[in-house]
């Protein structure tokens, strides 16, 4: 299929404007000229007529009749009329430059010629060429009573023919010149108009585009130099700010994509020497277990106390090394249909004595028919968990834990669960760390509760976020796309 570019549409268009405008000046012009030259024709042809009246009037009454003949002859010569005639009132030619008419026809006279005493004039064809004739009436004097009947007012009438090719030939080269000068108006305006095109438009234009393969290309460093202030400038310009700001956030995230690389081989390989360690120290620490509780039974009563530290830091070391060796060696997931509430049950109830004992009142809001989502039901219990732990020692002076569960209608059916407290919050700065394995605030803590509970989240294909405000409490939020039988045994 043709396609023409933007230059030749826009050069058709103004083509086809200015050739139009041509044709129709060209042509107001050629007739309003055309009937210039015939009334002008016509007004020379009735200032002849009135001079030959004159002389007539003259001639006829000194008996020299044939000098009229020569008159009209000399007007012929001079071509200042194509014929003359001079005929009676009943139309009869007396005088004729056409001599072999004279006395032999008769002219069909317009009857308002003498009732109306007027001079009349029109337009008429012969030989092939156009004629304006004029009839002029003699008016009859005393004198003329000599030769004509004295009760007639007038004697005859005056008909003269004078050719109008010469104003015909006139206006056709006055248009011929018209359309030639056109001609010229249509070349320069094309040659102007596609040099301005050129210029202005498809040059800058094309610059664009060249620049843009570029950045499809994928060099982003790719930019079109300023070249003007108007509208072509400023798309340049734009372009130039766009593929700048592609070029930062690719740039941006190229560094955050190398940092987070950087940190998943770090935390790999913290979580391989972290898994190392543990495996290290959990054996001799199960020996240490085994001869406290060796000791524990031979020690006084007075003993059994630091005994019992002894134990409650070896279970401690314990958990440390639990959480260190899950955090680094998470097992796959088995996934299967769960219902969300009948997960949460029974981590509220273990987790209730740790609120009991701060005076934390929990709250459970979420229906029975919730969708069930797909996921490792142990995995999914330890990450609830930590968070309930999470809030519950965010309120050491009392509070509400709130466990809220419901359906979100995002473009797929969500379930989101919701775990809000009303403790201390979370700083700005923290907020960013608190998934980092090792980070916490607190005294006995291992700051591996949410890096964990993150990493089973997003195994299970769900998504952690929180929101918090010091003083005032803080939400985690945990969403999983809600799932059909077919998918959880797919995913199997
Ligand atoms: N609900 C919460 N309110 C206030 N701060 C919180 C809350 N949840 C987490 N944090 C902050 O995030 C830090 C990291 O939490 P995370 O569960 O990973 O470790 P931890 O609780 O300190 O230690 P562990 O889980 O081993 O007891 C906490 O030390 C605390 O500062
Ligand atoms: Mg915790």
């Known amino acids: 299929m043709l396609r023409p570019n933007l230059t030749t549409k826009i ?15 060209t042509f107001f012009v050629h007739r309003v000229q055309s009937e210039w030259w015939r009334e002008r024709t016509q007004a020379q042809n009735v200032i002849t007529a009135t001079m030959v009246h004159e002389y007539i009037t ?10 009229v003949f020569h008159f009209l002859q000399q007007l012929q010569d001079k071509n200042e009329i194509w014929r003359g005639r001079v005929i009676d009132i009943n139309g009869n030619i007396i005088f004729s430059t056409s001599t072999q008419e004279v006395k032999h026809a008769t002219l069909v006279t317009p ?18 060429q156009q004629l304006t004739v004029v009839m002029s009436p003699i008016q009859s004097l005393v004198s003329c009573a000599r030769c004509h009947d004295a009760k007639q007012e007038f004697t005859g009438a005056i008909v003269l023919e004078r050719s109008l090719e010469p104003a015909i030939a006139t206006v056709t ?16 305006v094309g040659v102007v108009v ?32 300023a070249q003007s202030h108007d509208e072509i400038g400023r798309l340049t310009e734009g372009f130039n700010t766009m593929v700048e700001s592609l070029q930062n956030t690719t740039e941006e995230l190229h560094e955050s994509h190398t940092r987070q690389i950087q940190q998943a081989g770090k935390l790999a390989s913290i ?50 090394l639990r959480g260190l060796l899950d955090f680094s060696r998470p097992s796959e997931p088995e996934i299967v249909p769960c219902d969300i509430g009948e997960l949460i049950k029974p981590m509220l109830a273990l987790a209730r004595p740790d609120a009991q004992k701060t005076n934390v009142q929990i709250v459970a809001e979420y229906s029975a028919d919730l969708p069930p989502i797909c996921a490792d039901r142990q995995q999914l219990q ?33 379930l989101r669960v919701t775990i809000r407290d009303t403790g201390v919050g979370i700083s700005p700065e923290n907020r960013e760390r608190i998934f980092s394995p090792f980070f916490t605030t607190k005294h006995r803590g291992t700051g591996l509760g949410l890096a964990i509970s993150r990493s ?32 959880c045994n797919a995913k199997k």
């Open 58 to 67: 003259g001639v006829m009454l000194s008996d020299h009749h044939q000098e």
């Open 456 to 487: 089973i989240v997003e195994k299970n294909g769900g998504v952690i976020t929180v929101e918090s405000e010091v003083g005032r409490g803080t939400a985690v939020f945990m969403e999983f796309p809600a799932c059909k039988q077919e998918v």
């Open 271 to 320: 979580g391989e020497l972290a898994s190392g360690i543990a495996h290290e120290i959990r054996n001799p620490l199960a020996g240490i277990g085994a001869a406290v509780e060796v000791l524990a039974e031979k020690s006084s009563a007075q003993d059994r106390e630091i005994v019992g530290e002894i134990r409650r830091q070896i279970n401690r070391l314990n958990a440390t």
């Open 194 to 225: 596609w040099m301005l095109i050129v210029r202005l438009v498809a040059q800058p234009v094309n610059n664009v585009l060249k620049q843009m393969d570029r950045v499809r290309a994928g060099d982003l460093t790719a930019r079109v130099p």
């Open 11 to 25: 050069l058709v268009a103004v083509g086809v404007t200015v050739a139009v405008v041509i044709a129709i000046y």
């Open 382 to 414: 330890q990450a609830i968990l930590n968070v309930l732990l999470n809030a519950i020692q965010a309120m050491p002076n009392g509070g509400t834990l709130t466990v809220h569960g419901e359906v979100l209608e995002k473009p797929n059916q969500t």
């Open 111 to 128: 009857p308002e010629l003498f009732q109306e005493k007027r001079l009349l004039h029109g337009v008429r064809f012969e030989d092939g």
């Open 173 to 188: 080269r006055n248009r011929n010149l018209l359309l030639i000068y056109g001609a010229l108006i249509f070349v320069i």
